[in-house]
């Protein structure tokens, strides 16, 4: 398996590689994600499954008929012995069992942060049509559309639309840097929320790159998703007054990149005192010019807690110390809440389920992942494969083929089990 890992995997991992960093710019709907879609579309050829888009940039390849069936009805196709009776008893034995991840990536990020779930679940299928295993209900391989949020500002958008998460309205206004909106990139306003799909779908089970170290310390190539962390992304808006850096006496500016910097300073303070996580990974600054005090600064918080009302107090202060620092620098401050994912707790009985089945681990992540909207509404599962380094969002993340390998072996292992029965 090793090797036909690689040999897949050398098949995308120039797409989208920036020579320079060595990481990836693979924007959702730009040249190289399109290219990586179309690979897809090829993969599932090759394999003689039929291909289907839901109208909101996700794509599905079908191992069993896209058309046969329909709504569950009863049979719990995902049920263990522990298994929450609201969450799988009313899917149905002709359920499909739904696998994949997302192929964009963040600016200059890793290789294997989506893709990876894509790439191991042909290759899932795969093993389990080499060890001759037939499925009893579809196995479903998925591509989600913009799962970083990098080019349109909200993670997990497919996801999201898929389930009516967002409304469709608002997804087709969402702009990126140029100005081109996410309707204007899919080529068609998005379709929004399909029961109808969802319906067809028993399980859903997300395969990742680890995106810390835990697998490292705990000695294993492989884990399974307890939880995910609640977390958002707000928007700070600073507005001051721009002004000639060579002739405005200190005393006099209304510089907003002070009240931004304090607003850093503050958020890193107070997810520290929290146990928490606050980053701000991106600012925009207007004019931004070097003989110039800014007139604007737009800086995007990203925070992430165990708990939601950590979060909320965490937000809540940082908001605080920032409106606080503003009124001091003569500034105004605007906080816009971009995105949020509340706390997800993946189906206990499938995950103990999994993890007894693979003999892994079970870990919570602070990462969000398309896994945790669609938790939401169908039993959801995660596997992990370890990082060497622990680093993602990064060139620097990593797994060896190997683990990789093993991860293929994992996820192949738990659809037999979740389909082929
Ligand atoms: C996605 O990877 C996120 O956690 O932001
Ligand atoms: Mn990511
Ligand atoms: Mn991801």
Avoid at 130 to 148: K, N, Q, W
Avoid at 192 to 215: C, I, K, M, S, T
Wanted: aromatic share 6%; charged share 20%; net charge negative.
């Amino acid at each position: 398996m090793t090797g036909r890992f690689r040999e897949s995997w050398d098949g995308i991992a120039p797409i989208g590689r920036d020579a320079g960093s060595g990481g990836y710019l693979r924007y959702a709907l730009t040249a190289p994600e399109l290219r990586l879609r179309e690979w897809f579309r090829t993969q599932a050829d090759l394999r003689g499954m039929p291909v289907s888009e839901d109208g909101n940039g996700n794509l599905f390849a079908w191992w069993g008929d896209p058309d046969a069936g329909g709504p569950s009805t009863g049979g719990p196709a995902t049920a263990g012995p522990n298994t929450d009776a609201q969450t799988t008893g009313d899917r149905a034995g002709t359920g499909a069992v739904l696998t994949g991840s997302h192929f964009d990536s963040v600016p200059h990020g890793g290789a294997y942060d989506g893709p990876l779930g894509i790439v191991s679940a042909f290759l899932a299928v795969d093993e389990l049509r080499a060890a001759g295993v037939t499925p009893v209900r579809p196995v479903v391989v998925a591509a989600f559309v913009e799962e970083e949020g990098a080019r349109f500002g909200v993670p997990c958008l497919g996801s999201r639309l898929l389930t009516g998460e967002i409304d469709a309205d608002r997804a087709a206004g969402l702009r990126d840097a140029a100005g081109v909106s996410f309707a204007e990139a899919l080529g068609h306003r998005p379709a929004g929320a399909d029961p109808a799909l969802l319906g067809r779908f028993a399980a859903f089970v997300e395969l990742h790159v680890e995106q810390g170290r835990a697998l490292v310390d705990a000695d294993a190539p492989v884990a399974v998703g307890s939880a995910i962390w609640p977390h958002g992304r707000w928007r700070f808006e600073l507005r001051g007054e721009g002004n000639h850096a060579g002739t405005t006496r200190m005393a006099d500016r209304r510089d907003p990149m002070l009240t931004f910097a304090f607003t850093v300073l503050a958020a890193n303070k107070e997810a520290r005192l929290r146990d928490a996580h606050a980053t701000v990974g991106r600012v925009a600054v207007e004019p931004n010019a070097t003989n110039a005090v800014p007139s604007r600064v737009t800086g995007w918080l990203d925070a992430r807690a165990a708990a939601p009302e950590t979060l909320d107090g965490l937000v809540e202060a940082v908001r605080a110390k920032a409106a606080e620092r503003a009124r001091r620098d003569g500034t105004e401050l605007t906080v816009t809440r971009e995105s949020a994912t509340p706390l997800v707790t993946f189906d206990g009985g499938l995950a103990d389920r999994l993890a007894g089945l693979l003999a892994a681990p079970v870990l919570p992540t602070g990462a969000g992942h398309d896994a945790g909207v669609l938790a939401a509404h169908l039993p959801t599962a995660m596997l992990f494969v370890r990082n060497p380094t622990g680093v993602s969002h990064s060139p620097a993340e990593s797994a060896t083929d190997a683990d990789c390998a093993a991860g293929v072996v994992a996820l192949a292992r738990v659809l037999e089990e979740l389909a082929c029965h």
